[in-house]
């Protein structure tokens, strides 16, 4: 009797090591890196020791595999080759089983140990190491660390055999990032689900993953929107213009923006005019700063933050002026807009009852996508447009009439009004249609 209890024991003994291995190959490998790294710079000697091994898991991991295996061989040795055959006479005794009394012990002694290995040795470790793998990986660090130091030959043995065999089926070692952008964008909206993050901050992180990817056309003020100072004008209508604009910058050009000679700070001319000795207007402006159409936001962020200016004029191939902008404009594409009370007055997004909604045309199209839920909007990638009127003009191909619809993935888009040829507003509904059918 007492030797069946020492190879139950035994067993049992056998199965919580294989849990602890398990447990502890888990923790290490889902452990966040970036929390082991920082309860290393606080001083936390076993942190530093398990993002040693999440740094380079391979022998670590080899050695826990060695045991695991090692573990479930003498498992099913004890359990065939002693309970099963003690287990044996006592099925015997058994008038209907006799003759199927050694198979019955083998599955019943196996049927008992696979439960138990699963539940004690697979299934509840590996729960606890996810519950929280940085406590577990730093616990069982330094003992997993001393087991990959003494199982070393044996575990250069296998990979080396490992090797060989990748590289005789012509398997390559991946070269993929750890962590990829959309991997991270996936970690920081489970993180606003979960509550870690306010939606402020998720929306803001948001757009500026989005900013890397948009050109500077998307942001731009265009330049049938720009507001400047012709350098030939009287000066009192330079004044009228200044003191009635709400810009504190304004370009300043010869008869032509594209003859643009620098960009005025509108206090400077008014404070030059109240001085009583009026300065010259030229000798008032900056060095413009100029950009092409095909820069990238956070390029342009950059040159702002390099040269301390705080405008740009956009250009095209052949050295026109396509537009403007600000670092207002690149900061309310990270925060969200920053509304006038003029924009209050007459916002963008309208809501209506029905659900449809009411937009301005020179709605962002990223925006949009994000209003109606829609990862993707027909040539997008093209870069033919950057706003909801500019989408409109591209499913349409010509310049529409109020009134024109089409209809695209459930959507019905109508212009409902035209400022001159730009496209002033759109009506966007739910439609059960899924085509671009223009009309």
Known sequence: MIIVLVEIVLILVLIVANGIFSGSEIAVVS???????QLAEQGNARARVALRLANSPNDFLSAVQIGITLIGILSGAVGGATLARRLHPVVASIPLLRAWSEGISVAVVVGIITYLSLVIGELLPKRIALNNPEAVACAVARPMRWLARWTAPLVQLLGRSTDVLLNLFGIQCSTEPDL????????????????????????????????????????????????????????????????????????????????????????????????????????????????????????????????????????????????LVTLTDLMEAIVGDLPSA???????????????????????????????????????????????GGFVLHVLGRVPRAGDHFSWDGLRFEVMDMDGKRIDKVLVAALPQTSIQPC
Not at 31 to 37: F, N
Not at 243 to 266: F, K, W
């Open 342 to 388: 003029e924009d209050l007055e007459d916002p963008q997004i309208i809501r209506r009852e029905d659900g449809s909604w009411l937009l301005d045309g020179a709605l962002d199209i990223n925006e949009f996508k994000d209003l109606v839920e829609r990862p993707s909007l027909p040539d997008e990638a093209s870069g033919s447009f950057h706003t909801l």
């Open 180 to 323: 990829t952008e959309e991997e991270i964008k996936a970690l920081i909206r489970q993180g606003a689900e979960s509550g870690v993050l306010d939606e402020a901050e998720h929306d803001m992180v948001q757009r500026v993953f989005r900013l890397g990817d948009r050109s500077i056309r998307a942001i731009m003020t265009p330049r049938t929107e720009i507001c400047w100072l012709d350098l030939n004008a009287p000066r009192q209508q330079q004044l009228e213009l200044v003191t009635n604009s709400n810009h504190s910058r304004l370009p300043v050009a010869q008869a032509s923006l594209d003859a643009c000679i620098g960009i005025l700070r509108g206090r400077h001319l008014l404070a030059s005019e109240l001085s009583g000795n009026p300065a010259d207007l030229k000798e008032l402006l900056q060095p413009p700063l100029y950009i092409t159409e095909s820069a990238r936001a956070l390029t342009v962020l950059e040159q702002f933050r390099q040269t301390g200016v705080r405008i740009a004029l956009v250009t095209d191939e052949y050295g026109g002026i396509e537009g």
């Open 31 to 37: 452990a966040r890196k970036i929390r082991l790294e």
